[in-house]
């Protein structure tokens, strides 16, 4: 299931609700008359100048979140800045109009909501890493992006494929993350194609100011498809369920278990 990047957007209105990191059923939502916000001392300093403009206004802000589950309730503390965006809003009469609001530049949220569900059949190590760059996503992709690249070096461990090899001096040497994703490919290429294009964006994540939060949510994408094929296997199962319904022609009746 392709990751909603709308509620994942660097500048968002209104606050919408992320996966629970706690439940993964419910989201995480503003809780009422929570969020708090003050003017930055730029705003309060220059708003009386004849050439500002609402859209210099900035403010911080800070809120709690929720859990909309009634069995997890879990809370999470969120913080940004606010700028002055010009939207589409129905005022009640039928007919949209143009309004200035507050979008909210995100800026932090601990602890941090999920871009897709995590099953427990995922390796801890794996998902711990997933938790991670979720955390760092809005403050600082580049961190997030690398955050990426530790996951699939720990999932290719996880898939038995070695990190070192013994050289033509007989020594053991280290694997690059490009050799290891060579090796897997041999077993999985569809997924080591997949995980090529995350070592290739984490890689830019070593650079400052050279990844945007799109190129992230890219590699959310990319690495959702990957667990799914590596852990879940939804495709595999639901594809295997097709043939098994078509072999019967008609409802695949449930196995009779053994009288011991």
């Not at 509620?7 to 606050?15: D, Q, R, S, V």
């Not at 999920?114 to 801890?124: G, M």
């Not at 939060?213 to 639901?238: A, M, P, W």
Request: charged share 25%; with cysteine.
């Amino acid at each position: 299931m392709a990751i909603n990047r709308t509620i994942w957007l660097p500048t968002l209105y209104p606050l919408p609700g992320w996966l629970c990191p706690r439940c993964q059923q419910g989201h995480l939502r503003l809780v009422d008359k929570s969020l708090s916000k003050r003017h930055t001392a730029s705003t309060r300093l220059n708003r009386d100048d004849p050439d500002w403009e609402p859209g210099c206004d900035r403010s911080v802000f800070a809120g709690i979140l929720e859990c909309d589950n009634a069995v997890c309730r879990e809370v999470a503390c969120i913080s940004g800045v606010t700028s002055v965006i010009e939207v589409e809003e129905d005022v009640g009469n039928g007919y949209p109009q143009q309004c200035f609001v507050d979008g909210y530049d995100v800026f932090f949220v601990r602890p941090a909501p999920l871009p897709f569900p995590l099953t427990f059949n995922v390796h801890k190590e794996v998902r711990d890493l997933v938790v991670k760059f979720s955390e760092s996503y809005w403050a600082d992709p580049e961190t997030a992006a690398n955050k990426l690249r530790q996951a699939i070096e720990v999932l290719l461990t996880d898939q038995k494929v070695p990190r070192t090899v013994i050289n033509k001096h007989n020594k053991r040497q280290a694997l690059s993350l490009h050799a290891r994703i060579e090796k897997y490919r041999k077993i999985n290429p569809s997924v080591a194609t997949l995980l090529l294009a995350i070592k290739w964006l984490g890689n830019e994540g070593s650079h400052p100011g050279s990844l945007i939060h799109k190129d992230v949510l890219d590699g959310y994408e990319l690495f959702e498809h990957i667990i799914d094929k590596v852990y879940n296997k939804t495709r595999s199962r639901l594809t295997g369920l097709a043939n098994s319904i078509n072999r019967n022609k008609g409802p695949v009746k449930p196995k009779r278990q053994r009288r011991k």
